[in-house]
């Protein structure tokens, strides 16, 4: 008699019942029942329509964005000096082939302001530079300028320039050859002047802020940007620890997409309260509207069980006519919408089954009020029509400012 | 008329279900005029210090900086590059934004690195809507100043910035003051006498020790070493030194944030124990000078005149429009970032966290960038859905309102109404609660953007005349959606016959 | 299933015979065959109107097995007020009611509703047929709620109908029927379960004078042919003849007893 086997049994024998009852009332009441049809269609329709503009957006976006040209597979770089910890890890780390520390700093020169990049001169000296005059930087004191900077500063391969770093308050100063003009390949420093690293690095006493990391395979970058990343959960590196690949631009498309539609969540989440509201009423009119028929079925010995899976299963099978109704008119749309605009929408699964969830769970909310209502109404009040309350004790009727149901 | 008194009594005597049927209407209301006001932007009254410390409506700042994800079909072939914001664009977004020069930003091909004043002054001539141009002219410099404990100074790297002090007197003034004063036009100084200079500096910056008022304060400029098509080249190793006498503080609000420790916890106030919020500030670097006198220390520099802005700010005449007119000039200027300021205090408010150092000061935190604008196609769709959700609410409420009166209505058919009349009584009912309740919304939005719009120095009869619009607008809306959706409600009623609804009881 | 149905007594569905407990108490103590199946103690209740209104005051009523009851009394005297007491529909403000030894005190909603179900039946003044469902649907809800077969629900449908001559209209709606004849389908639906007891309220007050009589004698026939108790609540006064006992009501009070050992 008890466990949950039983208690399915009963609730399935409990079905059985009001199948019947509910499948009538959903013919008679067609109002109001549409009505509820209606506004889960249109909380269905809207969440689906969103979800796949939402992808369709994404996904178009971060195909648009250019991946980026790196000097190495993969740059770690740090507002602040990376520090020997984070060079030894990765150099430890299986699948790195290379790391080699470098330097990122912002410079006041004779030609104006400007960050300046010390690399390697291995990377300096590789295919990755192409030069419109001179060579490539290879020793302390030489640097190489972006051919634009150069051409407005009026510099030339052998002048000289100063270059100086304010930090803490200090003032540091040095000398530099300019030995070429031309453009580094690497994207994400692009416009910056070129040095080698070491000279940099010993004429402004810097540490190196960043790391060119080269992967033994191209499989395994990915790897190694997840360790670096665990590095910086671990405590081991300090803050500010980044790591650039290729695909980061995608990356940061695909989350600036997602910022942008924060806004289109709420206002799907406000079509589903408001969705909530509007079936809400609905059931509670078809409540108000139904006393006599659910005193009567009281009388004749329905318990509040029975009541409830009698309102719930008309409900719910609304929700489901809704829902599908939903499911058709955004695939339409989305059929419209890509074939006869610019806009592309791509419907998944996952948004499909959401949007199910979320209908029944706005259903069973909504139902709360009607269906305690019908629970806690006595049969007497509601076979003369007489208003309920939702706490029947004395002080509750008494006051009445509600003015009950 | 008996009709629409009978209407007005039931909506008086059934007030707690005419509440709840006002207050649908008027949540969907607000929304409308939410959705509307979104458009003029005036949600956070943190605005109007901004308008006055950027002296604009509408910033446009050098390079492309927004991305329309609506039109990425549009332009099938234009590539997106990742591109850093270089400190010689000059412009103040970086204080806004630092990320933007930190980690790039997502740049469609072109994009201008600077703004041609003349061109742009070209194009802007004619245009509606257009006030004023308010170019922004900065110059780096060094400033020399001696901390607490310092034995010498030190030197720290500052945006010097002019302000127009005398376009600022129709303006209400400058940036809002902290201590001592604003600047005034007497500031400017005469061409002809060495000029006494005065400055104005950031209360909260932490970029450099604070100056007391009334102090002098040493600053050292770059000399220019030449111009390219009317901008500087500056040279940094020959420095310049430049006296002012630091007349006022000033300080940009942001909003408040609960104040926490460096490591993320809550700053609990020790007696009542609980959170302590404080008010959050823009941390802003540049020290303000008067624009007159700005241009004088750019000629004893070497140069002659910019004719190139690092940023220029646009005044509008009417700011109702202002979200559309800056939709406007970004589509005309397609190489520039163009921003309504109200959307910069989000930039520069948004998730601004007050965290409390280890020694006891308060440094304030950045949130995010928001680089994308929203498609329009979508913020359409959001109009047109709570116009069809709000609808939804309309009618299943007058269906419960009629439906708790099915009995007076029959007594209504019994002596002798039409069907007619039932129908009109219900839909002037839903009309009235229509009415009632969209003004409701509408007028708890609109007071506060008057309210805002009245002191931000738009004439009146254009305040006024933007507010009539736009209560034209959302009562007219909803007085179509309660007709819309109150038909079916009504046509219910007139339905019921006498006998049906009198047999029960 | 059918040792349980000779035995009158349905098999109630997924609970057994048991009807729910309340504070961990039996609710069925003592009942002896030849004892009254339906006993009213004290019976008070009061509404929260105004200044609150009693409707019954102390009221004792016994019904024995087989008993055909009228309660006779003017308009607003708690004649029906009574009979939803008797019935579970309502709960008292004091006193007890007691069917075949169980207390609808110690009955929780839910153990009243299965009470319902088996034990008693009603017939109303507004007949409250379900109007959603045809006459047959509507005979057979209740056999449905306690798990009998389709065939033995169809048999027994068959069989009520035909005892109240409404074999031929099974398939209409209620709406398709007159007045009486919706008050027979609802004397049928009452009895669909074999209850203990027929509790009708004001059963002829929404017909006319001979359909009035002609429900009245159904109700008569059955307590004569099936051994159905009924208590039946009426203001006219003409029906007397077809009790074993009247009961005479005014102010909530029973004022007079006329026929029967009681």
């Given at each position: 008699m008890v466990g949950p086997g039983s208690n399915l049994r009963a609730n399935w024998e409990r079905l059985r019942v009001v199948r019947p009852l509910a499948l009538r009332s959903l013919r008679t009441r067609w109002t109001g029942n549409g009505l509820i049809a209606l506004a889960v269609a249109l909380s269905v329709t809207v969440f689906i329509l969103f979800s796949a503009y939402f992808a369709a957006t994404?996904?178009?976006?971060?195909?648009?964005?250019?991946?980026?040209?790196?000097?190495?597979?993969?740059?770690?770089?740090?507002?602040?000096?990376?520090?020997?910890?984070?060079?030894?890890?990765?150099?430890?780390q299986a699948d790195v082939r290379t790391v080699r520390p470098a330097v990122s700093a912002r410079l006041l020169t004779t030609f104006g302001e400007t960050d300046v990049l010390g690399l390697d001169p291995a990377l300096l000296a590789s295919n990755q530079v192409t030069l419109t005059a001179g060579r490539a930087p290879a020793a302390a004191g030489e640097i190489m300028l972006p051919a634009e900077t150069a051409a407005r500063a009026g510099l030339k391969p052998g002048d000289v320039v100063g270059l100086s770093r304010v930090a803490d308050g200090q003032v540091t100063g040095a000398q530099a050859v300019v030995v070429g003009l031309g453009q580094s390949r690497f994207g994400y420093f692009a416009?910056?002047?070129?040095?080698?690293?070491?000279?940099?690095?010993?004429?402004?006493?810097?540490?190196?802020?960043?790391?060119?990391?080269?992967?033994?395979?191209?499989?395994?970058?990915?790897?190694?940007?997840?360790?670096?990343?665990?590095?910086?959960?671990?405590?081991?590196?300090?803050?500010?620890?980044?790591?650039?690949?290729?695909?980061?631009?995608?990356?940061?498309?695909?989350?600036?997409?997602?910022?942008?539609?924060?806004?289109?969540?709420?206002?799907?989440?406000?079509a589903y309260i408001f969705a909530t509201?509007?079936?809400?009423?609905?059931?509670?009119?078809?409540?108000?509207?139904?006393?006599?028929?659910?005193?009567?079925?009281?009388?004749?010995?329905?318990?509040?069980?029975?009541?409830?899976?009698?309102?719930?299963?008309?409900?719910?099978?609304?929700?489901?006519?809704?829902?599908?109704?939903?499911?058709?008119?955004?695939?339409?749309l989305i059929r419209a919408f890509n074939r006869y605009t610019a806009s592309s929408f791509l419907a998944s699964a996952g948004?499909?089954?959401?949007?199910?969830?979320?209908?029944?769970?706005?259903?069973?909310?909504?139902?709360?009020?009607?269906?305690?209502?019908?629970?806690?109404?006595?049969?007497?009040?509601?076979?003369?029509?007489?208003?309920?309350?939702?706490?029947?004790?004395s002080a509750c009727a008494q006051c009445g400012r509600c003015g009950g149901f | 008329m008996i009709i629409f008194r009978l209407a007005l009594k039931n909506v008086l005597k059934n007030a707690n279900r005419s509440l709840l049927a006002i207050l649908g209407m008027a949540i969907a209301a607000a929304i409308m005029t939410g959705s509307i006001s979104m458009r003029t932007g005036y949600v956070n009254p943190a605005f109007l210090d901004y308008r006055r410390f950027m002296q604009a409506d509408v910033v446009i700042?050098?390079?492309?900086?927004?991305?329309?994800?609506?039109?990425?079909?549009?332009?099938?072939?234009?590539?997106?590059?990742?591109?850093?914001?270089?400190?010689?664009?000059?412009?103040?977004?970086?204080?806004?934004?630092?990320?933007?020069?930190?980690?790039?930003?997502?740049?469609?091909?072109?994009?201008?690195?600077?703004?041609?004043?003349?061109?742009?002054?070209?194009?802007?001539?004619?245009?509606?809507?257009?006030?004023?141009?308010?170019?922004?002219?900065?110059?780096?410099?060094?400033?020399?100043a001696q901390g607490e404990g310092d034995a010498v100074p030190r030197f720290y790297r500052v945006p010097v910035r002019g302000e127009d002090v005398l376009a600022a007197k129709s303006w209400g003034g400058g940036p809002p003051i902290a201590g001592g004063r604003a600047l005034v036009p007497v500031d400017e100084g005469s061409p002809h006498q060495s000029p006494q200079r005065f400055a104005l500096v950031d209360a909260r910056s932490k970029a450099h020790p604070q100056i007391p008022v009334g102090s002098q304060m040493k600053l050292f400029f770059p000399a220019v070493r030449r111009e390219v098509a009317g901008r500087p080249v500056y040279d940094w190793s020959d420095l310049r030194a430049f006296t002012f006498t630091v007349v006022g503080h000033y300080q940009i609000p942001t909003g408040s944030s609960p104040l926490r420790t460096e490591e993320g916890l809550p700053v609990v106030d020790g007696q009542e124990g609980r959170s302590v919020i404080v008010p959050t500030y823009w941390d802003v670097p540049d020290i303000l000078v008067p624009s007159q006198a700005l241009a004088g220390v750019y000629r004893e520099l070497g140069g002659t005149a910019q004719t190139r802005a690092d940023q220029v700010g646009i005044s509008l005449n009417s700011m109702y429009l202002a979200k559309q007119t800056a939709?406007?000039?970004?589509?005309?200027?397609?190489?520039?970032?163009?921003?309504?300021?109200?959307?910069?205090?989000?930039?520069a408010g948004e998730g601004v966290r007050a965290i409390q150092t280890d020694s006891g000061d308060i440094r304030y935190e950045r949130g995010r960038d928001q680089q994308m604008v929203l498609p329009a196609d979508l913020s359409r769709t959001f109009i047109v859905l709570s116009f069809a959700i709000a609808g939804l609410l309309v009618a299943t409420n007058m269906f419960i309102l009629t439906a708790q009166r099915r009995q007076e209505i029959g007594i209504l058919r019994a002596i002798g109404a039409s069907s007619r009349e039932v129908f009109t009584l219900i839909l002037s009912e839903v009309i009235g609660l229509a009415v009632i309740g969209s003004l409701a919304g509408f007028l708890l939005i609109q007071l506060g953007v008057t309210f805002l719009l009245f002191f931000s120095k738009v004439s009146l009869a254009e305040a006024g005349l933007s507010t009539l619009a736009a209560t034209a607008e959302v009562v007219g809306l909803s007085v179509l959606v309660a007709v819309l959706f109150g038909l079916l409600p009504a046509w219910e009623a007139a339905r019921s016959t006498t006998a049906e609804v009198l047999r029960h009881e | 299933m059918s040792d349980r149905l000779a035995t009158g007594r349905p098999a109630a569905r997924g609970h057994g015979e048991s009807y729910g407990y309340l504070k961990g108490k039996r609710v069925s103590e003592g009942y002896q065959p030849g004892d009254p199946i339906l006993r009213g103690i004290n019976l008070t209740k009061k509404f929260l109107v105004g200044d609150g209104v009693v409707a019954v005051r102390e009221v004792t009523l016994d019904v024995m097995p087989g008993e055909f009851i009228l309660v006779i009394g003017p308009s607003g005297c708690g004649k029906s007020t009574l009979l939803s007491l008797l019935g579970g529909l309502d709960r008292p403000t004091g006193g007890e009611v007691i069917l075949e030894g169980r207390k609808y005190s110690r009955l929780d909603e839910n153990g009243l509703a299965r009470l319902?179900?088996?034990?008693?039946?009603?017939?109303?003044?507004?007949?409250?047929?379900?109007?959603?469902?045809?006459?047959?649907?509507?005979?057979?809800?209740?056999?449905?709620?306690?798990?009998?077969?389709?065939?033995?629900?169809?048999r027994r449908t068959e069989d009520l109908l035909g005892a109240v001559g409404m074999l031929e209209r099974a398939n209409h709606s209620p709406y398709e029927l007159s007045g009486g004849e919706q008050q027979r389908v609802a004397a049928a639906r009452a009895l669909a379960n074999q209850p203990k007891v027929v509790l009708a309220d004001e059963p002829t007050g929404n017909l006319d004078r001979k359909n009035g009589l002609e429900v009245i004698k159904l109700f008569k026939r059955f307590n004569a042919e099936r051994r159905q108790t009924f208590?039946?609540?009426?203001?006219?006064?003409?029906?007397?003849?077809?009790?074993?006992?009247?009961?005479?009501?005014?102010?909530?009070?029973?004022?007079?007893?006329?026929?029967?050992?009681?």
């Amino acid at each position: 008699m008890v466990g949950p086997g039983s208690n399915l049994r009963a609730n399935w024998e409990r079905l059985r019942v009001v199948r019947p009852l509910a499948l009538r009332s959903l013919r008679t009441r067609w109002t109001g029942n549409g009505l509820i049809a209606l506004a889960v269609a249109l909380s269905v329709t809207v969440f689906i329509l969103f979800s796949a503009y939402f992808a369709a957006t994404q996904q178009a976006v971060a195909r648009r964005v250019k991946p980026l040209d790196l000097p190495g597979d993969l740059v770690v770089r740090s507002t602040a000096p990376l520090g020997g910890g984070v060079l030894t890890a990765l150099a430890r780390q299986a699948d790195v082939r290379t790391v080699r520390p470098a330097v990122s700093a912002r410079l006041l020169t004779t030609f104006g302001e400007t960050d300046v990049l010390g690399l390697d001169p291995a990377l300096l000296a590789s295919n990755q530079v192409t030069l419109t005059a001179g060579r490539a930087p290879a020793a302390a004191g030489e640097i190489m300028l972006p051919a634009e900077t150069a051409a407005r500063a009026g510099l030339k391969p052998g002048d000289v320039v100063g270059l100086s770093r304010v930090a803490d308050g200090q003032v540091t100063g040095a000398q530099a050859v300019v030995v070429g003009l031309g453009q580094s390949r690497f994207g994400y420093f692009a416009g910056q002047a070129l040095m080698a690293a070491d000279g940099l690095m010993t004429a402004f006493a810097l540490e190196p802020n960043v790391a060119v990391v080269q992967a033994d395979e191209a499989d395994n970058v990915f790897k190694v940007q997840r360790f670096v990343e665990n590095l910086t959960g671990s405590g081991a590196a300090t803050a500010g620890l980044r790591v650039v690949t290729a695909r980061s631009p995608e990356t940061m498309a695909r989350s600036l997409v997602g910022g942008v539609f924060s806004s289109g969540r709420l206002a799907v989440l406000l079509a589903y309260i408001f969705a909530t509201l509007g079936v809400l009423n609905v059931i509670l009119l078809s409540f108000l509207q139904r006393k006599r028929p659910l005193g009567v079925l009281k009388a004749l010995g329905f318990d509040n069980d029975d009541l409830q899976a009698y309102l719930l299963l008309e409900g719910t099978l609304m929700a489901v006519i809704g829902l599908l109704a939903g499911m058709i008119a955004s695939g339409v749309l989305i059929r419209a919408f890509n074939r006869y605009t610019a806009s592309s929408f791509l419907a998944s699964a996952g948004s499909v089954v959401t949007a199910a969830v979320l209908s029944l769970a706005l259903l069973y909310v909504a139902s709360w009020l009607p269906i305690t209502l019908t629970r806690r109404a006595s049969v007497n009040a509601l076979l003369q029509n007489r208003r309920v309350y939702l706490d029947s004790t004395s002080a509750c009727a008494q006051c009445g400012r509600c003015g009950g149901f | 008329m008996i009709i629409f008194r009978l209407a007005l009594k039931n909506v008086l005597k059934n007030a707690n279900r005419s509440l709840l049927a006002i207050l649908g209407m008027a949540i969907a209301a607000a929304i409308m005029t939410g959705s509307i006001s979104m458009r003029t932007g005036y949600v956070n009254p943190a605005f109007l210090d901004y308008r006055r410390f950027m002296q604009a409506d509408v910033v446009i700042y050098p390079k492309k900086l927004h991305v329309d994800p609506g039109a990425v079909r549009q332009r099938a072939t234009e590539e997106w590059e990742t591109v850093k914001y270089q400190p010689t664009f000059g412009s103040d977004l970086l204080s806004l934004e630092p990320r933007l020069a930190d980690e790039g930003f997502l740049a469609p091909p072109g994009g201008d690195p600077d703004i041609d004043l003349a061109a742009l002054r070209q194009a802007l001539a004619g245009r509606a809507n257009i006030a004023g141009v308010h170019p922004l002219f900065t110059i780096p410099a060094m400033l020399s100043a001696q901390g607490e404990g310092d034995a010498v100074p030190r030197f720290y790297r500052v945006p010097v910035r002019g302000e127009d002090v005398l376009a600022a007197k129709s303006w209400g003034g400058g940036p809002p003051i902290a201590g001592g004063r604003a600047l005034v036009p007497v500031d400017e100084g005469s061409p002809h006498q060495s000029p006494q200079r005065f400055a104005l500096v950031d209360a909260r910056s932490k970029a450099h020790p604070q100056i007391p008022v009334g102090s002098q304060m040493k600053l050292f400029f770059p000399a220019v070493r030449r111009e390219v098509a009317g901008r500087p080249v500056y040279d940094w190793s020959d420095l310049r030194a430049f006296t002012f006498t630091v007349v006022g503080h000033y300080q940009i609000p942001t909003g408040s944030s609960p104040l926490r420790t460096e490591e993320g916890l809550p700053v609990v106030d020790g007696q009542e124990g609980r959170s302590v919020i404080v008010p959050t500030y823009w941390d802003v670097p540049d020290i303000l000078v008067p624009s007159q006198a700005l241009a004088g220390v750019y000629r004893e520099l070497g140069g002659t005149a910019q004719t190139r802005a690092d940023q220029v700010g646009i005044s509008l005449n009417s700011m109702y429009l202002a979200k559309q007119t800056a939709a406007e000039l970004q589509q005309a200027f397609p190489n520039f970032g163009v921003y309504t300021v109200p959307n910069l205090v989000r930039l520069a408010g948004e998730g601004v966290r007050a965290i409390q150092t280890d020694s006891g000061d308060i440094r304030y935190e950045r949130g995010r960038d928001q680089q994308m604008v929203l498609p329009a196609d979508l913020s359409r769709t959001f109009i047109v859905l709570s116009f069809a959700i709000a609808g939804l609410l309309v009618a299943t409420n007058m269906f419960i309102l009629t439906a708790q009166r099915r009995q007076e209505i029959g007594i209504l058919r019994a002596i002798g109404a039409s069907s007619r009349e039932v129908f009109t009584l219900i839909l002037s009912e839903v009309i009235g609660l229509a009415v009632i309740g969209s003004l409701a919304g509408f007028l708890l939005i609109q007071l506060g953007v008057t309210f805002l719009l009245f002191f931000s120095k738009v004439s009146l009869a254009e305040a006024g005349l933007s507010t009539l619009a736009a209560t034209a607008e959302v009562v007219g809306l909803s007085v179509l959606v309660a007709v819309l959706f109150g038909l079916l409600p009504a046509w219910e009623a007139a339905r019921s016959t006498t006998a049906e609804v009198l047999r029960h009881e | 299933m059918s040792d349980r149905l000779a035995t009158g007594r349905p098999a109630a569905r997924g609970h057994g015979e048991s009807y729910g407990y309340l504070k961990g108490k039996r609710v069925s103590e003592g009942y002896q065959p030849g004892d009254p199946i339906l006993r009213g103690i004290n019976l008070t209740k009061k509404f929260l109107v105004g200044d609150g209104v009693v409707a019954v005051r102390e009221v004792t009523l016994d019904v024995m097995p087989g008993e055909f009851i009228l309660v006779i009394g003017p308009s607003g005297c708690g004649k029906s007020t009574l009979l939803s007491l008797l019935g579970g529909l309502d709960r008292p403000t004091g006193g007890e009611v007691i069917l075949e030894g169980r207390k609808y005190s110690r009955l929780d909603e839910n153990g009243l509703a299965r009470l319902r179900r088996t034990s008693v039946g009603f017939v109303f003044q507004f007949f409250n047929l379900l109007g959603d469902l045809t006459a047959a649907e509507n005979v057979a809800l209740p056999m449905r709620l306690i798990g009998l077969t389709d065939e033995e629900i169809h048999r027994r449908t068959e069989d009520l109908l035909g005892a109240v001559g409404m074999l031929e209209r099974a398939n209409h709606s209620p709406y398709e029927l007159s007045g009486g004849e919706q008050q027979r389908v609802a004397a049928a639906r009452a009895l669909a379960n074999q209850p203990k007891v027929v509790l009708a309220d004001e059963p002829t007050g929404n017909l006319d004078r001979k359909n009035g009589l002609e429900v009245i004698k159904l109700f008569k026939r059955f307590n004569a042919e099936r051994r159905q108790t009924f208590v039946v609540v009426t203001h006219d006064r003409t029906f007397a003849e077809f009790a074993d006992r009247v009961v005479h009501m005014e102010d909530g009070r029973v004022i007079k007893v006329e026929g029967g050992a009681a």
